[in-house]
C-alpha cells in the first residue's frame, strides 16, 4: 500500500476539536482547519501556547477523535483505519512518553515490537537509530539518566522505528538549551533530505523559519495565514524592522512622532517596532527628529513580526 | 514502508495478535519487578497455611456437618485461602500499577500511538494479570499438596483453572474503576473497604453461614465467595452441579461487563 505522489499524506477540511469540560461548557480547541501536506514536504504549525497545535497533532495521528470535519491521513480515515495509519507514522509528542524505568536500548526495542516487527529487525533498526541520534554510547543508560535534549533524541529515535512515511513531531525542542536545540534540528534536517515528510509544530519562529518548506500560523484554533516562511514575511511584513527602546512607559507617547517614518508602527511594553523597507534610512530620520533611543536595532522581519501582524500579539508571552 | 503484519482491521483477531506484540514489554517489567514479588505472592501464602491451616487449625474442631464437606480445618481454609490470594493478588496488580502507567509513566500514551489500540493495551496488561494469578495459584496449590488437603488431582488442576477465573472477575472491573480515577486516593477505601472485609467476611476462614442471616446474604454477593465455595467444591470434592454454574456465570459476567466498562473508560481517557 502506497500513497500516490499526487496524494496528499494529510489532508484536513473544516477539521474541529472541542473538548466537553466538568462544568458543561465546550471548549473549543481547533475551530475548523484546512490543511494539505504533500510528500516530502516539511510542514509547519506555528502558533503560541493554546493554540491548538497539539489537538490538531493528535488527531493527525490517529488517536485523538475529530469533532468535525474531515480528516484524511495518507488517503485513510483515522476514525476507522487507525491501526494502519498509526503502522505508517511516527510520532514524537509533546510530552515525553519514554519508559523511565527500561533504559535506552530497550525503550526502542519494546517500542519497535509496539509494531509488530521481528524481533531481529527491531535489535538492528535499534542499533541504526541509536547512532542516528548519537546515543550509541547510552545505550545501557537508564531513561531518567539522560539529559533534555538525549530524552528527546531518543523519542525522535523510537518514532522513526517503524520507517514512518509521516514523522510528526509536537514542539521538538522546547525545553531544550539552544546547543541541545541545534542537535537535533540537525537530525531532524537529515530526515528532511532522505525525504521523510515531517510535520512539526512550534512556538518558536526560528524553528519554523530552519525547518518548515511551509508552514500555517495558527491562533485561537483558527489557522491565520499559510505560506513559506519567505512568502508569509513578504506578505505580512516589510524587509526590515527598526526596534527602538525607549524608558518604560514612554513607548505609547513616542509612538505618533514616528508613525509616518515607517509602513506600520508596533508598540511593545517594552519597545516600539517600525517596519520598513530600509531600516538603517529610517533609523536616521528617527535620530534627526531629535529623539534618542536608549536602544536601537536595524534588523530583517522574521516570522515573529508575522504573527505580531496577524495576531496583536507576540509568539512566546 | 514499515513491513508490519498488521492488517489493521479493527476485528478481533487482529486484536489478539497485535496484544501479543506487548508481550516482550510485560517480560520486560516482570524480570525487572519479580523479585519483588516472591514474598507477597509466595512465602506468605506459605506462612498463612502453617499459621492459621495447621497451628491455629489444630485448635479447631469445627462441627464436620458446618465444614462443607471438607474433613479437617485446614481442608477447609486451604481452598479459601486459595482463592483469596488470587484476589489480593488482583487488587495489587490493578491499582496502583495501572495508574502508573496512565498517570505517572505515561506508558499508555506511548503504546496507542502504534499500531495497537485501546482494547489491545487493556488485553496485554490483564493478560499480565493473568499470568500473576496462574504463577502465584499454582505455587500456592503446589505447597498446599503435601499437606494432604486436596480430595483428587484432577479437582486441583481444574481448581487452578477456576483462580484464572476468579482472578479476572476481579481484575478487569477494578482495573475499569482504576483507569476512569484522577488520583490514586480511592485506592485506600477499595482496599480498606473492598477488599479487606471481603478477605474476612467471605467464607474463606469460617463458613459464611456462621453469619447472621441479612450478613449471610451480603456475604454471598460477594464475588469472593463465589470464588471460595468454588473452589471448596473442586479441591474436597464435594460438588454441587447447579451451584458451580451458578459461580461460573456469575464470575464470568463480572469479566465481560467489566471488559465494556474498561474500554469505554481507557478510550475516554487516553483518546479525548
Ligand atoms: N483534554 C483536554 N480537555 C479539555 N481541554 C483541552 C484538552 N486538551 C487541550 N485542551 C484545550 O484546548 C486548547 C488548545 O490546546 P492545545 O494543547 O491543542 O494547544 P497547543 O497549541 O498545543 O498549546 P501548547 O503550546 O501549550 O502546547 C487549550 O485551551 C487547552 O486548554
Ligand atoms: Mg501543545
Redesign the interface.
Known amino acids: 500500500m ?1 500513497v500516490s505522489s499526487d496524494t496528499s499524506m494529510i489532508h484536513a477540511v473544516g477539521l474541529r476539536k472541542s ?1 466537553g469540560s466538568k462544568s458543561g461548557e465546550t471548549v473549543e480547541a481547533v475551530c475548523g482547519i484546512d490543511v494539505d501536506v504533500r510528500r516530502g514536504e516539511s510542514f509547519g504549525f506555528l502558533g503560541p501556547n493554546g493554540a491548538g497545535k497539539s489537538s490538531t497533532m493528535r488527531m493527525i ?1 490517529a ?3 475529530i469533532s468535525g470535519g474531515s480528516l484524511r491521513i495518507l488517503g485513510m480515515d483515522p476514525a ?5 495509519i ?3 507514522i511516527g ?1 514524537c ?1 509533546q ?8 533504559n535506552v536500548r ?1 525503550n526502542l ?3 519497535g ?5 521481528p ?1 531481529a ?1 527491531v535489535r538492528s533498526r535499534t542499533d541504526e537509530l541509536l547512532e542516528f541520534v548519537q546515543l550509541t554510547e547510552k545505550a545501557k543508560a537508564k531513561v531518567e539518566d539522560l539529559s533534555g535534549g538525549m530524552k528527546r533524541r531518543l523519542t525522535i529515535a ?1 518514532s522513526l522505528i ?4 509521516l514523522l510528526l513531531l509536537d514542539e521538538p525542542t522546547t525545553g531544550l538549551d539552544p546547543q541541545a536545540r541545534h542537535v537535533v534540528w540537525d537530525r531532524l534536517f537529515r530526515l528532511k533530505q532522505q525525504g521523510v515528510t515531517l510535520v512539526l509544530t512550534t512556538h518558536y519562529m526560528d524553528e519554523a523559519e530552519q525547518l518548515c518548506d511551509r508552514l500555517v500560523v495558527m491562533d485561537k484554533g483558527v489557522i491565520a495565514a499559510e505560506g513559506s516562511p519567505l512568502e508569509l514575511i513578504r506578505a505580512y511584513s516589510t524587509r526590515e524592522v527598526v526596534e527602538l527602546r525607549f524608558g518604560i512607559g514612554e513607548h505609547e507617547e513616542i509612538a505618533p512622532k514616528v508613525e509616518d517614518l515607517a509602513e506600520r508602527v508596533e508598540v511593545l511594553p517594552d519597545r516600539l517596532l517600525l517596519y520598513s523597507s530600509d531600516g538603517e534610512e529610517t533609523l536616521a530620520k528617527v535620530h534627526e527628529r531629535g529623539l534618542d533611543p536608549i536602544a536601537s536595532l536595524v534588523r530583517r522581519s522574521t516570522l515573529e513580526d508575522v504573527f505580531l501582524r496577524l495576531t496583536g500579539r507576540t509568539l512566546v508571552d | 514502508m514499515s513491513s508490519t503484519a498488521d492488517d489493521g482491521s479493527g476485528a478481533l483477531p487482529g486484536t489478539l495478535i497485535r496484544a501479543t506484540w506487548v508481550t516482550d514489554y510485560w517480560l520486560t517489567v516482570y524480570k525487572r519487578t519479580w523479585k519483588g514479588t516472591v514474598i507477597s505472592s509466595f512465602v506468605t501464602p506459605l506462612l498463612y497455611i502453617v499459621a492459621m491451616g495447621v497451628l491455629l487449625g489444630g485448635f479447631i474442631k469445627g462441627d464436620p456437618a458446618k465444614l462443607e464437606g471438607a474433613t479437617s480445618y485446614l481442608s477447609f481454609v486451604a481452598p479459601g485461602m486459595v482463592a483469596a490470594q488470587a484476589m489480593t493478588t488482583v487488587f495489587g496488580e490493578v491499582t496502583y500499577p495501572v495508574m502508573g502507567m496512565i498517570k505517572w509513566h505515561r506508558t499508555y500514551f506511548g503504546m496507542i500511538a502504534t499500531p495497537l489500540g485501546i482494547p489491545e493495551v487493556i488485553l496485554a496488561h490483564l493478560g499480565f494479570v493473568l499470568f500473576r494469578v496462574a504463577t502465584v495459584c499454582a505455587v500456592f496449590l503446589l505447597v498446599m499438596t503435601p499437606f494432604g488437603v486436596f480430595e483428587s488431582l484432577g479437582g486441583v488442576v481444574i481448581a487452578f483453572f477456576a483462580q484464572l477465573l476468579i482472578g479476572m472477575a476481579f481484575a478487569v472491573p477494578i482495573y475499569a474503576f482504576t483507569v476512569g480515577l484522577k488520583d490514586e486516593s480511592a485506592f485506600a477505601l477499595v482496599f480498606r473497604l473492598g477488599m479487606i472485609p471481603m478477605f474476612l467476611f467471605s467464607g474463606a476462614f469460617f463458613p459464611v453461614s456462621n453469619l447472621d442471616a441479612p450478613m449471610e446474604a451480603f456475604a454471598k454477593v460477594t464475588p469472593l465467595w463465589h470464588g471460595v465455595d468454588l473452589t471448596r467444591m473442586l479441591t474436597v470434592g464435594n460438588i454441587d452441579g447447579p451451584m458451580v454454574l451458578v459461580h461460573v456465570v456469575y464470575l464470568s459476567a463480572l469479566v465481560v461487563l467489566g471488559w465494556f466498562w474498561a474500554v469505554r473508560r481507557l478510550t475516554r481517557r487516553l483518546t479525548d
Open positions: 502506497t473538548f495521528a488517536v485523538s477523535p476507522t483505519q487507525g491501526p494502519q498509526r503502522a505508517r510520532v509528542p510530552e515525553d512518553t519514554l519508559d523511565t524505568e527500561l530497550d526495542y519494546i517500542y515490537r509496539y509494531f509488530g516487527l524481533r529487525e523510537r517503524n520507517k514512518p512515511d
